[in-house]
Every structure is written in C-alpha cells, then in structure tokens.
C-alpha cells in the first residue's frame, strides 16, 4: 500500500489530503483529510480517474482538481 499527500486549493481555502493506494481493481484511490475517509476514486478503462464515494461530501471542484493531482503523480 502506497501513500503520498499533495496540497489542492478550493474556491475558498487550501486543503491538504493523504492519498492511500490500494492495489485492487475497484475504488483504488481513497482520499483522507485529517485521518477521515473524505473520498475514493477509481481508474477507468484508459485509467482516467473517476469519483466513486464522496463521504465527505467534497465541492465538486475540490473532487475535480483532487483527481488532477492523483492522476499526475502515478503518470
């Protein structure tokens, strides 16, 4: 299991995120903020990442550039 943390800036803060890596095929990248499960990603097809869960019920554009900086650290 892999982790890494990256920084995302939000329409009206800045919000730090711990990304765990889990080698399944389903819900593979979840997403924590202060140790709680805020989100969960998946990689399609072309491994594009998409929303599974929103648990933490995340601003659609915080989940948007959460999945950019995913995306382009496991490029």
């Known amino acids: 299991m892999e982790k890494f943390e ?3 800036n ?3 803060d800045v919000y730090y995120f711990e990304i765990e890596i889990l080698r399944s095929d389903h819900c593979a990248y979840q997403v924590y903020e ?3 499960l805020v989100a969960v ?3 399609d097809e072309e491994e594009f990442l998409h929303i599974c869960d929103n648990p933490g019920g995340l601003d659609e554009e915080v989940i948007y550039e959460i999945g950019l900086k995913i995306e ?3 490029i």
């Open 10 to 12: 939000g329409p009206e």
């Open 72 to 74: 382009a650290q496991i």
């Open 6 to 8: 990256i920084k995302v």
């Open 34 to 36: 202060n140790g709680k």
């Open 41 to 43: 990603f998946e990689p």
